[in-house]
Each structure stands twice: as C-alpha cells, then as structure tokens.
C-alpha cells in the first residue's frame, strides 16, 4: 500500500533545543495531519493543513504543507520535556476518501 | 466534549479464541474508522463507516475480522479465530461528516495474543 517516509526515526535531544522532522511521499496529498502519540493512548491531532505552501502554526508547533503536496515538515521550538512522545505524520489523498496513510512515527526524547 | 471512548483497554488471549472491541465516537461524529497498530508502526486502517454503512474495508481480512456499526453511533470490532500476528493496539476514531477535519482517536485496547 501507499507509504509515508518519516524521518528521522527518533531523536534525542536537549531542552530548549529546537527540533525538526518531515514526511515524504511518491504521490501527491491533499491533507496532511500531524499527531503525537503517548503512551498507552491514542494519536491525539497537533494539526491539520490542507493547502500546498500552507504554514500554521500551534503554540510551539509549525508544520508546512510542501509546494510539490508530497512532503509535509514540524518544527517543534524550544522543547519541553512534555514533548517526549512519537509524532506521526498522515496524510490524505484525494482519491483515496477520507482514509489517512500514516507515517512510521518519529520518537522525540527531549533530556532535562 | 467528551472524546472517544473504547473498552476495554487491556485484552489477553489465546490463539484461536475470539475477542470483541467496542467503541463509543464523540457525539455526532457520522464517520467512524478502526486501526491496527503493531508496536513501532503507524496507525493502519482497518475499516471505516459512515453512519452505519461500510465506506471502505479493503485492508480488513476478511476472514478473520468484522465490525458492525448498527445504529450508526457505537461499534464492535470481532476477531475469530485470533492468530499470534493480530497482537496490536485496536485504535477508533471518528470526524464530522466530510472528512476535511482530522479524525480523532480513542485511547485504544491492546491485545496480547499467545
């Protein structure tokens, strides 16, 4: 089936640092979604674009819908140790309904 | 608002023993999706109702897994017989009638296969 390239796989950073990561695709999306998963819980939804270039922003969250609509980019800022979790990336194709392709996650480990 | 509900949280079996999970959506959500989740994967859809007509169960093995939605609000999902390979988070989660905003999840049921 379709799949979302996610990287990097995990990451292990200090607080205070900034942090990056992106998902990439061969086929052209028409939502992308970022969630962050903890532990013994569901994806909870960070947020949602649903225009090519689109930027938003939610607190110290950014994510960009790429240009080519096959690639989707969260910027975390000054991180938290809250922060830990996986952060997924999914998406959305427009012949595909309403039915979301989930990246492989990104697990974030932010040190005191 | 309160969030999706689903039950129960933790389920231990043997392979070949059937298991059933139930899920509540947020009041008023028509669509409705399950996943499964193998440790260290993504979120994978099972199968996805609107109201309580299927709308998409191409990856549900079919053999083995059902779901029914029959008043259009709640849902079970069934396995039998379990295999070893079915041990997973069992994830709902529902959105507005459209699609366009994200869906929402519940916390999930993990199931242990032996």
């Known amino acids: 089936g379709q799949q979302l390239n996610q990287s990097p796989q995990s990451m292990f950073i200090q607080e205070g640092e900034d942090v990056s990561m992106n998902c990439t695709s061969s086929?052209?999306?028409?939502?992308w979604l970022w969630y962050k998963q903890d532990p013994g819980e569901g994806p909870v939804l960070l947020i949602a674009?649903?225009?090519?270039?689109e930027l938003t922003s939610n607190g110290r969250l950014t994510a960009q819908f790429g240009i080519t609509r096959k690639d989707s980019f969260l910027n975390i800022s000054a991180s938290i140790p809250s922060d830990v979790g996986i952060y997924f990336c999914?998406?959305?194709?427009?012949?595909?309904?309403?039915?979301?392709?989930f990246g492989e996650g990104t697990q974030l480990t932010v040190n005191p | 608002e309160a969030g999706v509900a689903q039950s129960p949280r933790y389920k231990i079996i043997e392979k070949r023993q059937s298991v059933a999970f139930w899920c509540n959506p947020i009041s008023g959500h028509a669509t409705l999706y399950w996943y499964q989740q193998i440790l260290g994967q993504g979120p994978k859809l099972l199968i996805q109702?609107?109201?309580?007509?299927?709308?998409?169960d191409s990856q549900l093995p079919k053999d083995r897994f059902s779901a029914e939605r029959l008043k259009g609000v709640d849902s079970t999902l069934k396995i039998q017989p379990a295999k070893l390979e079915d041990s997973a988070v069992y994830l709902c989660a529902s959105t507005r009638t459209g699609g366009r905003w994200g869906q929402f999840f519940g916390p999930g049921t993990r199931l242990t296969v032996l």
């Open positions: 086929s052209i999306f028409n939502t």
């Open positions: 999914a998406g959305r194709r427009e012949t595909s309904g309403s039915r979301l392709t």
């Open positions: 674009l649903y225009k090519a270039g």
């Open positions: 109702f609107q109201n309580n007509g299927v709308v998409d």
